[in-house]
């Protein structure tokens, strides 16, 4: 595991164009990160399958209605 903090500051954001270009051309699979998502008002759900350490998805989503600040 290697982990990359603070591309977002990077001059050019070389590294953050790196990592966009890699998702894209396929070299690097996201999908499995997308798997959990809920809705604004399922966020309950959400937080417990969080605390539950995801049971098995690597990361939990909460989608915002269109509009949303």
């Not at 290697?2 to 954001?13: A, R, V, Y």
């Not at 990592?19 to 959400?46: F, K």
């Given at each position: 595991m290697?982990?990359?903090n603070g591309t977002q500051?990077?001059?050019g954001l070389a590294s953050f164009r790196e990592a966009i270009g890699l998702?894209?051309?396929g070299e690097i699979a996201?999908?499995?990160c997308l798997r959990s998502t809920y809705c604004l008002e399922d966020v309950p759900e959400a937080l417990a399958v969080?605390?539950?350490q995801g049971n098995g998805?690597?990361?939990v989503n909460?989608?915002?209605p269109?509009?949303?600040r």
């Amino acid at each position: 595991m290697e982990w990359i903090n603070g591309t977002q500051s990077e001059p050019g954001l070389a590294s953050f164009r790196e990592a966009i270009g890699l998702i894209q051309r396929g070299e690097i699979a996201v999908d499995h990160c997308l798997r959990s998502t809920y809705c604004l008002e399922d966020v309950p759900e959400a937080l417990a399958v969080a605390r539950a350490q995801g049971n098995g998805a690597a990361k939990v989503n909460v989608t915002l209605p269109a509009g949303a600040r």
